[in-house]
């Protein structure tokens, strides 16, 4: 069996192991994401450079590496292969770090494809610019803005990591009272959050 035998040191020894690993089939996209990340590190270069050593689009290590910016719990939904390549860049576009979770999470549980996902997120940025052209043409719109506070935002959270979706907590004027929004994406998305709260909907 002919082989080829390098004296390389230990820095080359290291480049030529990571090079190898970035290059096996089975590697999932959070593992090839850190690994350029330990590269870039090791060997100080920047993405760009990265891209010209391996010979790979700059565009797609970029892509890569901003993966590491999501939340353990999306990070693990791409490792496991529940959301694609294209499912974690839509879910980036979203800067709340728990609403990315939840969005994340949705996405499985109601098998959306990348399509279907980048749907939703357009409806909520209209949605959400509509709410905004509002309350800017409301007299009393500065009256009505939210300070939340560290605890309200906290229970968002968990009401977001229990029901998969987008929740808000809408304190009201008087004391103890407001609202709890909950979002829903489609009919199938609504079912499940139904399905989650214990309500039947028959």
Do not use: W
Request: with cysteine.
């Amino acid at each position: 069996m002919p082989v080829i035998v390098r004296e390389v040191d230990d820095q080359k020894a290291l480049e030529l192991a990571l090079i190898e690993n970035l290059q096996r089939e089975d590697l999932n996209a959070i593992d090839r994401a850190e690994a350029y990340a330990r590269y870039c590190r090791e060997f100080d270069v920047k993405p760009e450079e990265l891209a010209i050593r391996l010979d790979e689009d700059r565009t797609t290590v970029v892509n890569y590496l901003r993966l590491l910016e999501l939340p353990a719990a999306v990070k693990d939904l791409v490792a496991a292969g529940k959301l694609s390549m294209g499912h974690a860049r839509s879910i980036l576009g979203v800067a709340d770090s728990a609403e990315r979770v939840a969005l994340a999470r949705s996405t499985v549980d109601n098998g959306l494809s990348v399509r279907a996902l980048e749907e939703v997120l357009r409806r909520r940025r209209e949605t959400g610019r509509q709410g905004s052209d509002a309350a800017h043409s409301s007299p009393t719109s500065a009256t009505k803005s939210r300070d939340v506070s560290a605890h309200v935002v906290e229970l968002e959270g968990r009401f977001q990591q229990a029901l998969g979706t987008k929740v808000k907590i809408r304190p009201g004027r008087g004391k103890g009272r407001g609202k709890i929004v909950i979002e829903y994406y489609s009919i199938d998305d609504f079912d499940r959050i139904m399905d989650r709260m214990g309500v039947s909907g028959d």
